[in-house]
């Protein structure tokens, strides 16, 4: 009797402890996170290039399973039918799958899959042409173990890069000095690739002046800039040709500059790509990279100057108040209706009674206002006689802020300055505390 109860206990015991923590669970299932299409960017580095697919398994049952990876044909069909694309089938004498299955233990979690391609023959199969996403391979995943979710689906597109040095930036930061210094500085211009080299080959830098000016009047022109190449004598490169190492990703090139033998004024070291041992390229478009130089020019003596302006406010400031070198002083032009109209387009002209090359206006707002004094239109200009005027600097929004607004200009000889700024509408007053230059007497 005793030996019955103690069996029916056990039994009663057992059934209790039953683990049941994974009852009402989902079935493991598997998927693809980067569903849908997928690039794959590879260079003609003369290696094989490998593209991943990552299978994961989801759920806590700890199915084991085989995944097997199909080429769907028809996946590819679709897919270029709903999005109004065109790829192509990538044939097989491009590509090599090592294995199309993958297996996933019960512990794991995920399983990768490859594909081994030749960049060089996609691109022999492009007619030579780079960048462009024309083949792809469609795959599906299944098992006969656990069943698939919706992400069951990939499509790998390829796009073969050329393998071309380029600058790592299209500007660095501006080396600024002020007239008369004489220690060099020195900036750092950075090219190179984004693989480690597979081969040691040969490059040059352009020391050409023609031709570096030309590229700074291009990117003046593209970038709104009025640069002015600095001078062979006042600039020295580290080096202007060398070699690009195996497995070197990056070259750099010091550009040491020489304040002493610079006149004030904004210029630029055009640091220029000219040619490289193939098979590396160089890049088109970014084969360039400009060091801004900024000589700062001494403030011009105003003593004996004198000053016209378009108009006067009758109940504040001054015109001399303009030159008087007191910051807290102010010029005023007409800004309400005080007899002779709002001014709508101020403009001063300063007679600084000798030549002098122009480099920089800085013109300063007046100081004691709460609000920034916001026109638009500024305009700068330099004349030898006053009569004939050459604009030589523009800022479109002079001011947001009650700061001086500080214009480096093209270095322009001449004894008249002049600047005008364009009355927006809402403004109803406006005053000028300062008008300085910077620069160099030239007699």
């Given at each position: 009797?005793?030996?019955?109860?103690?069996?029916?206990?056990?039994?009663?015991l057992l059934?209790?402890?039953?683990?049941?923590?994974?009852?009402?669970?989902?079935?493991?299932?598997?998927?693809?996170?980067?569903?849908?299409?997928?690039?794959?960017?590879?260079?003609?580095?003369?290696?094989?290039?490998?593209?991943?697919?990552?299978?994961?398994k989801?759920s806590?049952?700890?199915?084991?399973c085989?995944?097997?990876?199909?080429?769907?044909?028809d996946?590819?069909t679709?897919?270029?039918?709903?999005?109004?694309?065109?790829?192509?089938?990538?044939?097989?004498?491009?590509?090599?799958i090592?294995?199309s299955?993958?297996e996933?233990s019960?512990?794991?979690?995920?399983?990768r899959?490859t594909?081994?391609?030749?960049?060089?023959?996609?691109?022999?199969?492009?007619?030579?042409v780079?960048?462009q996403?024309?083949?792809a391979?469609?795959f599906r995943?299944?098992?006969?173990?656990?069943?698939t979710?919706?992400?069951?689906t990939?499509?790998?597109?390829?796009?073969?890069?050329?393998?071309?040095?380029?600058?790592l930036?299209?500007?660095?930061?501006?080396?600024?000095?002020n007239?008369?210094?004489s220690e060099?500085?020195r900036?750092?211009?950075?090219?190179?690739?984004?693989?480690?080299s597979?081969?040691?080959?040969?490059?040059?830098?352009?020391?050409?002046?023609?031709?570096?000016a030309?590229?700074?009047a291009?990117y003046n022109?593209?970038n709104?800039?009025?640069?002015t190449?600095?001078?062979?004598?006042a600039y020295?490169?580290?080096?202007?040709?060398?070699?690009?190492?195996?497995?070197?990703?990056?070259?750099?090139?010091?550009?040491?500059?020489?304040?002493?033998k610079?006149?004030?004024g904004?210029?630029?070291?055009?640091?220029?790509?000219?040619?490289?041992?193939?098979?590396?390229?160089l890049?088109e478009?970014?084969?360039?990279?400009i060091?801004?130089?900024?000589?700062?020019?001494?403030?011009?003596?105003?003593t004996g100057w004198t000053?016209?302006?378009s108009?006067?406010?009758?109940?504040?400031?001054?015109?001399?108040?303009?030159?008087?070198?007191?910051?807290?002083?102010?010029?005023?032009?007409?800004?309400?209706?005080?007899?002779?109209?709002?001014?709508?387009?101020?403009?001063?002209?300063?007679?600084?009674?000798?030549?002098?090359?122009?480099?920089?206006?800085e013109?300063?707002?007046?100081?004691?206002?709460?609000y920034?004094?916001?026109f638009?239109?500024l305009?700068?200009?330099?004349?030898?006689?006053?009569?004939?005027f050459?604009?030589?600097?523009?800022v479109?929004?002079?001011?947001?802020?009650v700061?001086?607004?500080?214009?480096?200009?093209?270095?322009?000889?001449?004894?008249?300055?002049?600047?005008?700024?364009?009355?927006?509408?809402?403004?109803?007053?406006i005053?000028?505390?300062?008008?300085?230059?910077r620069?160099?007497?030239?007699?």
């Amino acid at each position: 009797m005793k030996k019955l109860l103690y069996i029916v206990t056990m039994s009663l015991l057992l059934a209790a402890c039953q683990d049941n923590r994974l009852d009402g669970l989902e079935p493991d299932r598997i998927y693809l996170p980067k569903s849908g299409v997928q690039t794959e960017e590879a260079y003609t580095i003369g290696e094989t290039a490998v593209a991943q697919l990552w299978t994961y398994k989801s759920s806590y049952n700890g199915t084991g399973c085989r995944v097997t990876y199909t080429i769907d044909p028809d996946l590819l069909t679709a897919y270029n039918a709903a999005n109004g694309t065109a790829y192509e089938l990538l044939p097989e004498s491009c590509y090599e799958i090592p294995q199309s299955t993958v297996e996933i233990s019960g512990k794991d979690e995920y399983g990768r899959f490859t594909v081994n391609y030749s960049p060089e023959k996609i691109v022999e199969l492009s007619g030579g042409v780079y960048d462009q996403e024309k083949y792809a391979l469609p795959f599906r995943i299944s098992s006969d173990e656990v069943e698939t979710t919706d992400k069951n689906t990939s499509i790998l597109v390829f796009r073969i890069k050329e393998p071309v040095v380029k600058m790592l930036s299209k500007s660095v930061a501006e080396i600024k000095f002020n007239y008369g210094a004489s220690e060099t500085i020195r900036q750092t211009v950075k090219f190179g690739m984004d693989f480690g080299s597979k081969w040691d080959c040969a490059f040059a830098l352009e020391t050409d002046d023609a031709v570096l000016a030309q590229a700074l009047a291009d990117y003046n022109a593209a970038n709104k800039t009025i640069y002015t190449l600095l001078p062979a004598d006042a600039y020295e490169l580290s080096m202007t040709e060398g070699t690009i190492k195996v497995d070197m990703e990056t070259v750099a090139v010091d550009v040491t500059v020489d304040p002493a033998k610079c006149k004030s004024g904004l210029y630029a070291v055009p640091v220029m790509l000219a040619g490289v041992e193939q098979p590396l390229r160089l890049s088109e478009t970014d084969n360039i990279c400009i060091v801004p130089v900024n000589c700062v020019g001494n403030y011009v003596d105003k003593t004996g100057w004198t000053v016209q302006v378009s108009s006067v406010n009758p109940n504040w400031g001054k015109p001399e108040y303009l030159i008087d070198g007191d910051i807290n002083t102010y010029w005023h032009p007409a800004g309400r209706d005080f007899g002779a109209g709002r001014d709508d387009a101020p403009w001063a002209v300063a007679d600084m009674k000798k030549t002098v090359r122009v480099t920089c206006f800085e013109i300063d707002p007046r100081q004691d206002q709460f609000y920034p004094q916001i026109f638009s239109n500024l305009r700068c200009y330099v004349s030898r006689d006053g009569v004939d005027f050459t604009e030589v600097g523009y800022v479109a929004i002079p001011w947001t802020a009650v700061v001086k607004c500080t214009v480096p200009v093209m270095p322009t000889e001449g004894r008249y300055v002049k600047f005008s700024i364009d009355y927006p509408k809402g403004q109803t007053s406006i005053a000028f505390a300062e008008l300085s230059i910077r620069g160099e007497v030239v007699e």
